[in-house]
């Protein structure tokens, strides 16, 4: 008589996707400590849980491959934004913006997107890492390094591009973040602290890459106007430093640039034939974006919603036009007045979202904000929009083409070993059991 298998967790009568893209199975799926020992049938195995899966789909845990959570894994570490939509992993310190490595009583915008003064207190990245030793978080995390930070932590003004001495400690401390366990660097050229960065500085600090085999990731310094000029510039960046290029929430911003995603998509494709080291991009479903309230991104918009306020917190939560009737001002003066501030910015299409989300090229990531008091729907609920609305409703592409974007080929993209798949030895921590397609979102 054979031995039993026995494990500790066994998927019964499940429906397997298993985020490579492929066709749906039917399967049971065993795993020991945290690790996929066996799938098929399982029938007379034993396990010490036993989740019945009859008329669900089972899929691996999502990863969240744009967030902004690099502060709230240590504040809430039980992530209930994530886990409530089948996140299992993000990818933190995008747009440039890193909580390590920085000691600063009062750091400028957009860092404090991710921290209140005094939370900048972190010298060196491994010194971020160790805080998470006795705390982790409830969902995995691989961090990026960002520039502005480093911009911050070095520069005594940022109105300028950074010397060689300091593109030097730029590029050390990106060396010890890499060697640390960070997987990339990330840039927001978009923002003040970065904005002054000309190309050259970028690409010198980004040569700390290609001995780690590190990622790219960029929030592009203009996604509107000039978004073709700005791929050009990322990916010039990325052969210069032989690395893989990600390319973070990518959108064309402003109704007078509304249908120019079949250029940039055009654009993405003739560079990924030549591209060695591999181009990528991520995306959100909504029309609208959330960042910092900025005179250029207000012109643009159809409509702007305050997300937070320091100036006057209690204005969060309002149309900026409201806001500006009520200070019988227009909404330039009423946008000064509410500074430091974030807001939410109607400025895209849906056809150009749709066009964007169709891409075989295209990964998912909320861009959520957290410590927003308003904050942008896409925190809570990225992962079901997807699923229920562009997915179920809209029929842009198969379920299982949804979830290979949110898991499979996002681990490939950064690297993330043995994750994103179900697949025998791969870690098979909390696969997220989903309704069948129809009740999915």
């Known amino acids: 008589m054979p031995d039993e298998k026995i494990f500790d967790i066994i998927i019964r009568g499940g429906t397997v996707i298993d985020g490579s893209g492929d066709d749906r199975f039917q399967a049971d799926i065993g795993i020991v400590d945290d690790t996929i020992k066996e799938i098929g049938c399982l029938s007379g195995a034993n396990g010490g849980k036993v989740i019945d899966a009859t008329n669900r789909i089972v899929a691996p845990g ?6 902004h959570d690099d502060r709230i894994l240590l504040a809430k570490p039980s992530m209930d934004m994530k886990v409530s939509q089948g996140v299992t992993s993000v990818v933190v310190g995008n747009c440039g913006i890193s909580l390590a490595p920085l000691v600063a009583d009062d750091p400028p915008p957009p860092l404090d997107l991710i921290a209140e003064p005094g939370e900048c207190r972190f010298a060196t990245f491994s010194d971020f890492l160790g805080a998470f030793d006795n705390g982790p978080a409830a969902v995995n995390a691989a961090f990026l ?10 520069m005594d003004s940022l109105d300028r591009a950074a010397s060689s001495t300091e593109i030097k400690k730029m590029r050390a401390l990106l060396e010890e973040g890499l060697g640390s366990g960070a997987i990339g660097f990330s840039t927001g050229l978009f923002y003040k602290p970065a904005s002054q960065a000309p190309t050259e500085e970028v690409i010198e600090i980004a040569l700390a890459l ?23 510039e990322t990916f010039q960046i990325g052969r210069e430093a032989s690395s893989p290029v990600i390319v973070s929430h990518h959108k064309v911003h402003g109704r007078q640039n509304f249908g120019r995603s079949k250029e940039t998509l055009a654009c993405f494709e003739k560079h990924m034939a030549g591209h060695h080291h591999g181009i990528a991009f ?3 479903p909504y029309i609208a974006s959330s960042t910092v309230l900025k005179n250029d991104s207000i012109q643009v918009a159809e409509r702007v919603l305050i997300t937070w306020s320091k100036a006057r917190p209690e204005l969060a939560g309002r149309e900026l036009s409201d806001i500006a009737e009520e200070l019988n001002c227009d909404i330039y003066e009423a946008a000064a007045q509410l500074q430091p501030a974030g807001a939410i910015y109607f ?31 896409r925190l809570w609920g990225t992962f079901p929009r997807v699923l229920g ?20 080929y996002s681990a490939e993209t950064f690297g993330l070993s043995k994750r994103g798949m179900l697949k025998e030895n791969f870690f098979g921590v909390s696969p997220y059991l989903m309704r069948t397609q129809t009740d999915a979102g």
């Open 210 to 232: 290609k001995n780690h085999k590190a990622k790219y990731v960029t929030h592009m310094r203009d996604e509107g106007d000039h978004v073709i000029r700005s791929l050009e």
């Open 282 to 284: 991520d995306v959100y």
């Open 347 to 377: 400025a895209m299409s849906e056809e150009d979202v749709q066009r964007i989300l169709q891409h075989p090229n295209a990964m998912i990531g909320s861009d959520g904000l957290p410590h927003d008091e308003h904050p942008h729907p």
């Open 62 to 67: 999502f990863i969240d491959v744009h967030t």
């Open 389 to 408: 609305h562009y997915c179920r409703d809209l029929k842009l592409f198969p379920l299982e083409e949804a979830v290979r974007r949110m898991t499979g």
């Open 145 to 154: 390094v960002g520039h502005s930070t480093l911009r911050v932590g070095v």
